[in-house]
């Protein structure tokens, strides 16, 4: 794999990637969003702020949660969208209050879903943004103008939210469907102007939706939750089409041949009109080395209503570049349904995008990157973009998984992407696939050796000691690992 030169090695890296001059580095922390509560209340208001948030905290933490079991059967009584249905109903069908845009995908829906919100905020509009994981703070799921709700706002929904879940307690609801209902909840009583939703898993039974949406997107698809969603790319992008709604504008990326097929298909049968950015929407990008801005894409995209010419995409990576055209394509869609925006503002709104947990840097000295990428398809654009954007002599890898993953295809890039590779595991998962047996596997598959650490702050040790200044630390393969990392990093820096 080829590597940028040494000439950008004196360059401060930003949370977006883009390499800017400057004279001499220094250790930077940089977090994009707040963490759990750390410090002592100053008064008895923030006191009881703080209990109530805590309880509220305790009390999502009892419920099922998907997202942290081994297996999850993937039928209508793990997956039921008339539990949801009446969960919403008993808190007034809070959904059906404000315009939304759904989004789905295996890879960039969360980015795509962060672009979208800076842009319309950047317009002026209020604009609601649920995503999911979180990696620090549960809250982080729910925000409005790019701001997470508050630890008293958060607390007070799920005081509402209690008393329905006592009713329904032959059939509780789980974790993620809560969260989603305390969305719509927000959302409906903040008076957005429009709210820009991402699909937990899949997206026919998916807790969102429940959606009338302006506007569906589906994102690069490719093989992620292969035990719920099918072991094919045809049956995966038919739950991700799920979302599709009759005389809804569907967009999507390019996406391999039998996924397109998949998509077209279904969107027929529900009389959804879907175009594809980059085939029925004019789309290109192209990446550029320049010596003042560094290495970074830019993107041209023209529809009948719009025209964007050579717009720099604030994120590294060309498949950042493929979201974009797709958030781009989104407004556009919304113009023609006759929300009212300004295209100058949406595009400066564009420059403000961050999006915790990819590409991220948590640290300059030592370099150490963090990204989310869980499959192989998203290890694989990680890799290529740190290699076009990034000067560095040697990658250290620091690597966990969950077993769930299609953790062959993932061994595969690393072996590709790293020159050292350090297989952990982070503490609060249950799921996480043993050090031990990711070391072994990848040994034996491409006759590489590895080391092995019991946590991440053991790994990080590891590689602090393997690398020279020059080197870049990336610590990548789950959202559990790359948020235990981010916490180190930011208590480091609080002290």
Request: proline fraction near 4%; hydrophobic fraction near 40%; charged fraction near 25%.
């Amino acid at each position: 794999m080829a590597k940028t030169k040494k000439r950008a090695s004196k360059a401060k890296l930003t949370s977006g990637g883009v390499l800017q001059r400057r004279s001499s580095p220094t250790t930077s922390v940089r977090p994009s969003v707040a963490v759990e509560r750390g410090v002592r209340p100053a008064n008895a208001s923030e006191d009881r702020t703080a209990r109530a948030y805590a309880k509220a905290v305790d009390f999502l933490l009892q419920q099922t949660d998907y997202e942290r079991m081994r297996i999850v059967r993937y039928n209508t009584t793990t997956f039921n969208l008339d539990r949801m249905r009446l969960l919403l109903k008993q808190l007034g069908n809070p959904h059906l209050e404000f315009k939304s845009i759904h989004v789905a995908g295996t890879k960039g829906k969360g980015s795509t879903c962060h672009m979208v919100s800076a842009m319309l905020t950047g317009a002026g509009l209020k604009t609601g943004l649920y995503t999911s994981p979180h990696l620090l703070d549960m809250r982080e799921r729910i925000a409005i103008n790019d701001q997470m709700i508050s630890e008293a706002d958060f607390a007070a929904l799920v005081k509402r939210i209690e008393p329905v879940v006592r009713k329904m307690a032959s059939d509780p609801p789980t974790f993620f469907e809560l969260m989603t209902a305390m969305a719509f909840l927000h959302f409906s009583e903040q008076n957005v102007d429009i709210a820009v939703v991402e699909t937990g898993l899949g997206g026919r039974l998916d807790s969102t939706n429940v959606l009338d949406p302006e506007v569906t997107a589906i994102t690069n698809i490719s093989y992620d939750h292969m035990a719920v969603l099918g072991h094919s790319l045809a049956k995966i992008a038919e739950e991700k089409a799920g979302i599709f709604k009759k005389d809804v504008p569907a967009l999507s990326v390019l996406q391999a041949p039998e996924a397109q097929a998949s998509l077209e298909r279904v969107a027929r049968s529900v009389k959804a009109p879907l175009e594809f950015v980059g085939a029925d929407i004019e789309f290109s990008f192209r990446f550029e080395l320049a010596r003042v801005a560094g290495p970074h894409t830019r993107v041209s995209l023209q529809t009948p209503l719009t025209r964007h010419e050579h717009l720099t995409v604030p994120l590294m990576g060309e498949h950042q570049a493929v979201n974009c055209g797709l958030a781009l394509a989104i407004l556009d869609k919304l113009k023609a349904r006759g929300l009212k925006f300004d295209d100058v503002k949406a595009v400066e709104g564009l420059k403000q995008v961050c999006v915790p947990g990819r590409t991220e840097w948590i640290s300059t000295r030592p370099r150490v990157m963090i990204d989310g990428a869980h499959n192989a398809a998203s290890l694989q654009a990680l890799f290529k973009a740190i290699s076009q954007h990034v000067s560095y002599d040697s990658m250290v890898v620091i690597f966990g998984c969950n077993c769930d993953k299609d953790v062959s295809g993932m061994l595969e890039q690393v072996s590709l992407g790293a020159d050292k590779v350090i297989f952990t595991r982070s503490s609060n998962n249950p799921k996480s696939a043993s050090p031990d047996e990711l070391s072994n596997a990848y040994t034996d598959r491409f006759g590489k050796m590895a080391q092995v650490a019991p946590c991440f702050t053991e790994a990080l040790s590891i590689a602090t000691r393997a690398i020279s200044r020059e080197d870049v630390i990336a610590v990548t393969g789950s959202f559990y690992l790359i948020g235990e990392a981010k916490r180190y990093f930011m208590a480091r820096t609080s002290v």
